[in-house]
């Protein structure tokens, strides 16, 4: 995906009683812990900042649904 694509995400502070539809990253499976930095993609799926942005080094689709975020252009 592309720097600026991913920059523009939305992210968010994750605390236990916030209403997000899951509460781990579905990357990695870990539960999200308080304070962690949650990314949200435009097509509503949350992952954990750290495993998206890994992610979007070499893909530039959703986990999830496959929502495609623009890629840089060579």
């Known amino acids: 995906a592309s720097k600026l694509a991913v920059k523009s995400l939305t992210k ?35 992952f954990d900042d750290a495993c998206i942005g890994h992610w979007f080094e070499t893909d530039h689709f959703c986990p999830l649904c496959r929502f495609e975020l623009p890629r840089e252009h060579h």
């Open 12 to 46: 968010k502070i994750y605390n236990k009683g916030d209403s997000l539809a899951i509460d781990s990253c579905t990357i990695c499976l870990e539960e999200f812990k308080n304070g962690v930095n949650v990314v949200e993609l435009p097509c509503g799926h949350e």
